[in-house]
Each structure stands twice: as C-alpha cells, then as structure tokens.
C-alpha cells in the first residue's frame, strides 16, 4: 500500500502529485490520529535526497500522526511552494528552511572536525523558519554554489570511478547521477546521490552478490547487519541500506574536500539576517552507533563544546537544532544547558532521508524534551509573522 501511495505522490509532476494528495485525502474514510506531542522539523525531499517528494514528505508525516513538519533540503528550497501546499491540503503545519555546509576557516574552529564527517574547518548550519517571500532569493543565492558543487561532484565521480571501474561497475555523472535528481527543477546534487547511482549500479552487475565486490575487490569491514542488508537486492530497502554502507564505508576513500562552493559562517549569517530566517547549527555529537547507518563510530565536536558554543553566538546563531534519537541522555542535556546559557532556540528534527525511518521521534514524548513542541509552534508563528511583515501571503 505504501508504495503505491508513493507512486502516486512522487509522479513527476509537482502540480499532479498535489492533486493525488487531494484525491487520496477525499478518499479516506477515517483520518489518522494526530499526534501533538511529536514534530518533525528535518525532513528532506526528493530536491536533495530523499524517497519522498515534498508532497508524499506531508502524507507520511501526517500518517505518521505529526500535526507539524519541516522542510530542509540540502542547498536547496526548491520544494518549499510545494511542501506549504501540501501540508494546506492535508493540515500540516509546515515550516520551510534549507541545509548547506560553511567554512569556518579564521575562526577557533578551523583544523577541527565540528559536525561534517567528512572534512575539518568545514560545518553544517541551517536556515530555519524561511519567510516565504525569501524562496526565490534562496533559490538565486544557492544556485552558482550548486553549479560550483557539480564541479566537484563530477570529480567524486572520477575517484569513483578509479576504485570500481576495474571491477565492472562505472557510472557516469551526466548519464547515472543527474538523472536520480532533482537538479532540473531546481534540486541539489549531494554525495548521497552519487552513491545511490553507484548503488544502483551495482545491484546491476552483482545482483545479491554485492559483499563480495565491497569486502573482497574495495577491502571494505562489513558488520553482520550490513551483510544480512546485503542479502536480499529484491527488499524495497536495499538501494538505501547499500548507499547507507557505501557512504559509512567508501567516502573516504573519493571524497574531494569542498571549498568554492561554501559560503563562509559569516556569510550565511549574514545573509539569514537578511531573509529573517533563524540561523542554526546542527548539532551531531560523538557518534557511536550510527541511527541512520551510514555514519561510522567518530568523534565530533563534543571535547571543545563550549568553545564551540561561544563561536557559535560571536558569529550571530539563533538556534542549534539537534536529533534526540541520535544521542545520548548527557549529550543532549548538555546541549539543552548550553542552549539555554547562550539564549539559543533549540529545533528538533529527524535527518528522514531513507524509507526505513521514522517520521516520529519517540523521545519526544519524553517530559524534558516537550519544550522542542513548544519551539516547533513558535517557529511556525514567526515564519508567518515575518512573511507577512514582509508583504508575503501564508
């Protein structure tokens, strides 16, 4: 049933996939239960990577029994019109933001891995609560960025390319890559969707037999659970669950540091001044177990967090946004301290960007994180306050 829900909510068309969701919702003959004590703030769409399209984003979070949800793609708020209209027709509140990697080079966090697996001097912040009248800004801003990213894309795929071509699999850029995209309408091309291509790529070739090219021909350490994952290319998982091991094992091995396509921390706080949306930094935390399985057990910026948290309010942040399912008690009550010494709004979200999780996050049922419910409303009302402060329509 659900994927032929999807189907119908991730058609081609945005204007169609808005006229499904009417007609799935005229269909129903008993809504789901509404769930107040949950909200989702992160969730991300086919216009970064994504099974669902910002239409179907409403549908599951609404099935799911979220009475809120929030858009946030990488380098991109091309979903954003159609996110709002969706979550209109099916009474979803929504709030609109985007997600893109900064440099803090000059600051005290340079040479220091912060929160980006994958490159030091290098953090991932968002803009939250984007005034609607600011999308085709956004849109305008990060588009020579995006182009300056499929430089260095095309180049991940080379690296690729020399690692797997002598095994078989090969994918090209232009062919494999755009294509399992949104980049025509406006969508970014991230690391996930090289590795989804690749995935795709081969399944073609070695079919259930995947282990063999990763841990006998690329010499990757596959856990027991990403074995069994690999056992069966006919689950509706295994192109995920196979991107999820390629990025937690592989990244490393083709990963082009970025560098013209970043905007410096100082710039995207400067420029969500100028839009009016809150700028926040994403909190991740020493990982251990990865939730979303494609983060190995890595150190991030717990040993310097209070440094962190003063660079973080000398560069103008409002919020730090953070998922409780992915850390532990102390981490997050730490962070809840430090949120309230430095005056920072504090933004919950969970990173959906595979059909295996949750649209729920459950510990937010629990008695110490509901003032994320609160924060989720307030964040809502403002973003429609500043649109119509700027001569907007909500």
Known sequence: MKNEILKKLNVSDAAMRLENLKA??????????????????????IYSFSPYSPTAAVWFAREAGLPTAGI???DSISGAREFIEAGKIAGVATTIGLECRVSVAGTPLEGRLVNNPDQKSVAYMALHGVPHTQIDFLTETFAPLKEKRNNRNRKMVDNINALTSAHGVEIDFDKDVVPVSQYENGGSITERHILYALAI??????????????EDKLSMKLSEKQINQLADSSSDFYLYDLLGILKGGLVKDFYVPADEELLHISELSALAKKTGALFCY?????????VTGDKAAQKFEDDYIELLFEVLKEQGVDAVTYMPSRNTKEQLARVMQLCKQYGFTEISGEDINSPRQRFICEQL????YSHLIDATWNLIEREKEITLLQGGNI
Do not use: C
Request: aromatic share 8%; hydrophobic share 35%; net charge negative.
């Open 365 to 368: 049922a629990f008695p110490e």
């Open 282 to 290: 994403a909190y991740l935390g020493d990982v251990g177990e990865s």
């Open 24 to 45: 799935l919702i005229a269909q129903e003959t008993e809504k789901p239960e509404v769930l107040p004590q949950f909200a989702n703030n992160h969730i991300h769409t």
């Open 72 to 74: 946030m793609d990488h």
């Open 201 to 214: 790529k081969i399944k073609d070739v070695y079919g259930d037999d995947a282990r063999t090219l990763l």
